[in-house]
């Protein structure tokens, strides 16, 4: 055997060490997870427009969107497009189904003082601020905040 053979591996106490280091990296990342230590929020401000909506599939693919207090069918989302709305739509409802939360509960679209967009799930707490998918993608659910009427 080669006397050189063996410094291609690590010294263990390095290795230790560096374990140690990995262990100590996540602890605190889930301790600043837990208490909100070391994170950065912006203050709430509230709904200047809102609107409570329900999600529909229709057996032909499309997506009927009704509002919920006007109790009426406010867009139909035809099939292969709205693919932004729909993506949204799917990962909020697999997360209610992972909280074992009705589907049949209301999410709520709404504009703050701050003129951000945020689509909430009162149900689970999610929030997400439409604002940061960019302009396009913001203004897709934003039609839904000022629909067009529909005939009931």
Known sequence: MNAHAGSKFLPRRALIGAGLLLAFA???AGAGRLTGT???TLPAASA????QLRFADRG???VVVIDTEASREIEVLAPGHDNFIRGVMRSLVRERTAHGVSQDL???LSRDADHRLLLSDPST???IGLDAFGSTNAAAFARLLNPKDRPS
């Not at 200047?48 to 609107?51: D, G, H, T």
């Open 26 to 28: 996540v602890a605190l």
């Open 48 to 51: 200047e427009q809102s609107r």
């Open 106 to 108: 209301p999410f709520v």
């Open 60 to 62: 032909d693919g499309a």
């Open 125 to 127: 707490g999610r929030v």
């Open 38 to 40: 070391g994170t950065v």
